[in-house]
């Protein structure tokens, strides 16, 4: 999994490219509690180019929702397949997660 | 439970070896015609966390110590073992449900949860406490 970040306005934009699985999730964590120690509030994962995650991607961005919303901020999600969707509905953390059709839908929820 | 045409592999605890092994296993079950949704959510979803349930908490994260796992697909299941070098734990009495307001917002839990959602059968090899079998049935 690599990923892309990008400033839209106050809003980072995390591209995933890949898996966010067991592996890989400590580099999303990292890098996101990095641009929340620089100020960043605001977050969008993009998923338009993840297959699949499993229970540590989920717990990771659990675990990152929750900080940012501690600090007055959000994570929101973008772009989710059909397979990412039904994970979401089957642990109930769609009820936890704004989840945006697409990238500009997410943007324009903050 | 192995044939001659089964994989078998033995790896190191490195969590990075997980996702190789498990698209070895989907491109089996292609081959075998497995419905779509098996192959893209079901198999890789159940099969990383049975892996890294066996290298984090079998193995503790010892990267010295090996997982076994051992896939025989056919056009009726998929039946895979993967075997840790831990002394074995009671997956009856890890039944917390992540999906209860106390639990939503918990980072972990959902590991178990989510292979017994995803697969038919999730069980204990009887007299091997530190080998799980995980069934799936093809649709």
């Known amino acids: ?110 | 439970m192995v044939s001659s045409s089964a994989l078998d592999f033995r790896i190191p605890s490195d969590l990075a070896r997980i996702e190789a092994i498990v698209a070895q296993v989907v491109h089996r079950c292609r081959e075998c015609r497995f419905d779509a949704r098996q192959l893209s959510l079901n198999v890789p979803v159940a099969l990383t966390e049975a892996i890294a349930n066996a290298m984090l908490r079998g193995n503790g994260e010892d990267a010295a110590k090996e997982v076994r796992i051992r896939a025989e697909v056919s056009e009726a299941r998929l039946v895979v073992e993967v075997e840790d070098e831990g002394a074995g734990f009671d997956l009856d009495a890890c039944c917390t449900d992540p999906t209860t307001p106390e639990n939503l917002e918990r980072e972990d839990g959902r590991g178990l949860f989510l292979m017994r959602t995803l697969m038919d059968e999730v069980v204990r090899v009887e007299g091997a406490s530190n080998v799980v079998r995980l069934t799936l049935r093809r649709r």
């Open chain 1, 1 to 110: 999994m690599t990923l892309d970040a990008t400033l839209h306005g106050d809003v980072l934009v995390i591209a995933l490219h890949g898996q966010l699985i067991v592996g890989n999730r400590q580099a999303l964590k990292q890098r996101v509690l990095d641009d929340i120690e620089s100020g960043t509030r605001k977050v969008v994962v993009d998923f338009a180019n993840t297959g699949y995650i499993d229970s540590s991607g989920l717990g990771v961005l659990v675990s990152l929702a929750k900080r940012l919303r501690e600090l007055g901020g959000d994570l929101r999600l973008a772009n989710l397949n059909a397979d990412l969707r039904t994970l979401f509905e089957l642990t109930k953390l769609d009820a936890l997660f704004q989840i945006a059709d697409s990238r500009e839908q997410a943007l324009a929820s903050f």
